[in-house]
Structure formats: C-alpha cells, structure tokens
C-alpha cells in the first residue's frame, strides 16, 4: 500500500485501518456528506437513478465476491436477485412478514438456491460454471413465471419498506434506506476480502488445485463464496421489489445478467472500488443513451427505427469486449493509477 | 403411439440441428479453448441476414444463401480478429466474457437494423406432411435433419483428408507443437471461428425456416450448449449423439409432461439436463476428463 511521506504504522490496528492519513478522513467525511444530502439537491428522477445504482452495486459486489475473489462466473445473477425479489414479495405481500425479516429472509433463500447451483462448481469450472449458472437463471425465471405463488406473468405488487411504523414511501426515504444498506455490504466485502475467507477465496481463484494442496477446503471456500455472492444478490432483489413495489420476471432477464458481468469487469475484478465506479458507470451510460437517443432520432430522420432499442446493447457490448482488450483491470486500476499520479505530483519520480 | 412415434422423429431431427450448431462450438473449443457463449446470437443475426436477403431484398435463392454464408464468413473472421486475437493467453474468464460482450453487441445490432422482432422465412421445403407408419411429420423436419447430418459427413470428412483440418486437429492436440511445425496458429483460429459462424448460419436458417425468426434463436443456441455438455466438449462425435438425445428429451418431454406440469416446460428441459449432467458426470459422455497438475 502506498502511502504519503511520512505516516507510519505504530501498531496493528492502525496497519489494518482503512482510513489511514487526515487526509483520508476528510475526503471521507466530505463524500458522505456529498452523498447523504444528495436529496437537496437532487429532485425525484436523479434520486430514483441513484436507488437503482445503490442497488446494482450490491448486486455487483455480491458477484464481485464471486468472481473477483473467488474467480466463480456466474452468468446468471439476475436471476438470483429474482430469487431475493420474490421471497420478500412473497413474505411480506402473502403473510405479512415486516420489512427487516423479509430482507434478510430473501438473502438467505437466493444464498440457498445458489448454493444449490454452485454445487457443480466442485468439480467444473470455467465455462462448465459458466452454463450451468445460464441454465440456473433459465431454470429460476421459468419457476417464477409458471407458479401459482409468484404471480406467473402477471407479476407480483410489493408494499413499499417500512420500519417500526416508519413507511419509505418518498423516493428520498427510500434513498436514506438503500444507501444504508448498501454502506454496509461494501463495508462487508471490503473487510471479507482482507480477512481469512478473502485470502482463500483469492487463492482459490489463483489455482484451485495449488489452493486445495494448502490445506483450503476448497468444497467450503467456493460454496461458501456462492452464499455470499447469492445473498448479496438477495439483498439487492429484495431492496429493488421494495422500491419499484412491483415484480415481473422482465425485471430480471439473462440480458440483465449479462451486464452485471459486464460492470464488475468495467469496475476492476477483485477489487472493493471496482463494483461501485462500474455499477455506476453502467446506470449513467444508461441514462445518456435513454436521453440522447430521442434527441439524435429528432435530428436525423434517416437513422431506423431500431435504433433507440438498438443503440443500448450495441454500446453496452462494445464497452465490455474494449474494457476487456484495453484494460482489462477495470476503472479501478485507473483509480489506483490516478491516485498515484495525485500524489507524487508534481514530481513523479 | 403415433404421438409417440411423431415426437421421436420430430425429436431427433431437431436435435440434430442443435448438434450441428454445437459443432460449431466444439470446433472453436477444440482448436482454441474458447468458449463461444455469443453462439446464440450468431445463429439470431445470420437468421436476419438470410431474411434481409430473401424476403426484403428479394433476392432468388441461389444469390441469397451464398450471400448468407459469405456474411458469416465475415463475421466469424471480423470477431476473431478484433476480440479474440488481442486476447490470446488471457485468463479464461477473459475469453468467455469477451464472447458474452460479443453477443450482446450482435444482438444490439439485429434490434438496430430489424426491429421488428418477429418474422418468417420464406418456405424454403416442401409442405406436405409425410407419413411414416402411423405417424404425420411435417416434411421439414425430415429436410433439417437430412441436410445437418449432411453436413456432418463433409465436416468430418474436411478435418479427416484435407490439409487445413489436418492442421486443426493438430492445434486442438497441442498449440506450441503445431507453432513449431510452421503451421500458422492464429490463422487456424480464424478459421475454426469461421468454421462455426457458417454451421451456425446454417443451423440457424434451418431452425428459422421451420419456427420463423424471434429472439427464441437465442435460446437454440443456449440450448445447444446442453448438447456441448452431454457430448462432451471436445468431441465431434459426441456432438452428433447428444443432439438426437437432448431433441429426444425435449419432445418428448414437452409432449408427456406439459399436461402434467404447465406449458413451456419443453424449453426448460435442455437446462434440466445441463445441471443433472454437470453434478453427475461433468465431462460429458464423449469429453476428455482433464486431470490437472500444479
């Protein structure tokens, strides 16, 4: 780790913190500041953006776990965060579950399921993973559209979150609620992946067999990186049926699983930084192309038709395949990159 | 028992379509250990393409099809050039979500410039059913699976005498060997893309001229994965047996079960059996087991 001229470590804990120089604490302190106000000065449609990209960033972060760490692909991630999106509609529509429960109940049923579709990965992986997760998230999305508990393709109404009395009806409540949450899953993964678990994980992910020769059991390792992967995807399943209030299986399609993969490799594999700066910068390419393509269709009549539905997938592919062949550590090694550059300047040798 | 006979022959004529699109994936796996998850959208975009020449463009058949395996010509060359050549000896991880990104890019492009949807082929075999033994099948079937199997027979042929196939066995059974015998490895890569791109254009007008041009192709080409897995992935032949089998469970599931369980359990079943097969025996009937050193 590099550090700034002149800090030291006198004991353990302050080697191990985070948060290292004063420096640190203010442009810390000034982000959650940035943030927390965001509803001041943010009116309802940005902070509605802002909800789905607090949402997808622990979705990324559960599969950042996954398959940064512990190098597991999972292809099918939407249909995990299915998993957690119905159990809480279920629970908290059908029999009156309060919020809390709910969420935490939906974290653990997609953790089962993906335990049970993580099985294979004891003995494959690579691309054996890679379809067996595709046919995990074909095998979810067909149960949730033929059973009779889901609501098939009707589709299922959530009630809006609410704890201790307190309901999160206003997208700014909502905002408070989902930034909460996911604070504290980055939190969890950042010190996962400092800890025991993390290190086996990436040692795992380096050579699975070199891994197991050193006493990692490898059986409990890359289950156990399926749970949190699941769980986490749980979490953000369950959070986006509390904040759209209603479920359909269209919410959570393999295009969807798709471009999660795509934004943990935008983001940087295995890093903490990685799923936040490529969730986001997935959900505001998004919004740019949704709001520059009507302008551009305005202004050439001769572009077709397809375009506006067109122009989305075509940029989204193109972004992951360049990330992949130009930088194919992520935004996050630019960060690093830039971080380094700021602070050696103006003398950078 | 005509029903019974009706699904198996449907059955197994579709699953021999699915074989010859696998084909196309085990060929890119054998020469390169690439796995091709855009296999799918290949089949999707060249389906549109066939139907652009056809029906929009109004060509006769005879420039059309030409036209078609030119176009996937060019794709399979374009894509291994500019995606999979800058990422030779990447991690694996790379190589397959670099075909993922492909694939999403292809699909992108058929909403772009079709983007309608939904479409139908012109007929392109004969309409009458035919009977065999109590049983009616629609001529097609018969048509697709013939001409899959015809195929089949040049493939095997091609990789058995000619000098290029000889080159891409050689370079599935070790790369740096076949380096140093002068045999330009990369251009045998560009080849087995183009290779797959035109079975897997084939394999698609043939789906599409029998159930019309929607984003279902998709999920053919998904399907085929499960006959990559049950063969083997490494394996031609296994290739040619899974597809029969995994078009067999397909009909005759759908056929058997769907009272019992609801509609559209037909196009879950090949998923079903990709997860039985991979906790049983992940390396498929034919697929050499790997047995890995540190």
């Known amino acids: 780790m590099d550090l700034p001229c002149g800090t030291r470590n006198y004991d353990y804990a302050r080697d191990m913190a985070v948060l290292r120089t004063k420096t640190h604490w203010a442009l810390f302190i000034g982000l959650l500041v940035i943030v927390f ?64 429960a709910g969420l935490i109940c939906s974290g653990f049923s997609a953790g089962l399921i993906g335990l049970i579709f993580g099985l294979p990965s004891v003995r494959v992986k690579g691309f054996y993973l890679a379809i067996t997760t595709i046919a995990a998230q074909f095998i979810i999305i067909w149960v949730i559209n033929h059973w009779s508990l889901t609501g098939g393709f009707v589709g299922i109404s959530v009630p809006p979150a609410s704890i201790g009395g307190f309901v999160f009806k206003t997208e700014a409540s909502q ?24 290190r086996a994980f990436i040692a795992v992910r380096d050579n699975d067999l070199a891994a197991e020769v050193m006493g990692i059991n490898l ?30 299986a269209e919410n959570f399609t393999l295009t969807d699983s798709i471009l999660y993969i795509g934004m943990v490799i935008i983001g940087g594999l295995g890093t903490t930084i990685g799923p936040i700066l490529g969730a986001a910068l997935i959900r505001l390419l998004q919004q740019g192309i949704m709001y520059i393509s009507p302008v551009l269709e305005s202004a050439f009549p001769a572009i077709p038709a397809g375009f506006t539905s067109g122009i989305a997938p075509m940029v989204f592919g193109l972004v992951i395949i360049l990330f992949l062949i130009l930088e194919p550590r992520g935004l996050a090694r630019r960060w690093t990159l830039f971080r380094a550059a700021y602070r050696l300047w103006p003398f950078s040798y | ?106 699909e992108g492009v058929v909403t772009f410039i079709w983007p309608m949807s939904v479409a139908a082929l012109p007929r392109l075999f004969p309409q009458e059913p035919v009977h065999i033994g109590p049983a009616v099948v629609s001529q097609e079937y018969i048509w697709a699976a013939g001409i899959s199997l015809l195929l089949f027979g040049i493939l095997s042929l091609f990789f058995k005498y000619h000098k290029m196939g000889i080159a891409m066995r050689a370079t599935a059974d070790d790369q740096m060997a076949v380096q140093a015998c002068a045999i330009p490895v990369t251009s045998v890569f560009s080849m087995s893309w183009i290779f797959a791109c035109v079975v897997a254009a084939i394999g698609g007008v043939l789906v599409s001229s029998i159930g019309g041009i929607t984003f279902g192709l998709v999920e053919t080409g998904l399907k085929s994965f499960s006959v990559v897995i049950l063969g083997g992935l490494d394996s031609f032949i296994g290739c040619m047996v899974a ?15 769907t009272p019992l369980i609801g509609p559209g359990i037909k196009d879950i079943i090949p998923f079903i059996i990709i997860i039985i097969v991979m906790i049983v025996k992940p390396y498929g009937l034919f697929g050499e087991t790997r047995i890995e050193r540190i």
């Open chain 1, 37 to 100: 106000a965001a509803p001041l000065y943010l009116g309802n449609y940005w902070l509605g953006v802002c909800n789905l990209i607090g949402i997808t960033i622990i979705t990324i972060t559960g599969l950042n776990i996954l398959t940064g760490y512990c190098g597991q692909l999972s292809i099918g991630h939407a249909g995990f965060m299915a998993v957690g999106a119905y159990t809480t509609a279920i629970l908290t529509n059908k029999l009156g579950f309060p919020f809390l």
């Open chain 2, 1 to 106: 028992m005509a029903e019974l006979l009706q699904y198996t022959i449907t059955g197994i004529a579709v699953g021999m379509v699915y074989a010859l699109i696998a084909l196309g994936f085990a060929l890119i796996w054998k020469s390169s250990s690439v796995a091709n998850l855009a296999l799918g959208q290949l089949v999707l975009i060249s389906s549109w393409f066939t139907y652009g020449m056809l029906v929009q463009a109004k060509l006769p058949y005879w420039i059309g099809f030409p036209l078609t395996i030119l176009f996937a010509i060019f794709l399979g060359w374009m894509i291994e050039r500019f995606t999979l050549r800058p990422l030779i000896a990447q991690p694996i991880l790379a190589l397959i979500t670099v075909t993922l990104g492909v694939g999403y890019f292809l």
């Open chain 1, 219 to 248: 059986l409990y390792y890359k289950l156990l990186a399926f749970f949190i992967g699941c769980f986490l995807a749980g979490i953000a399943g369950a959070l986006l049926a509390h904040w759209t209030g209603f479920l359909n």
């Open chain 1, 175 to 198: 905002f408070y609620l989902i930034m909460v949450i996911t604070a504290i899953c980055i939190l969890f993964a950042k010190n996962l992946a400092r800890s025991r678990v993390g």
């Open chain 2, 243 to 257: 597809g029969p089998i995994i078009g067999l469970c397909e009909n005759l599931g759908g056929g058997y079960l």
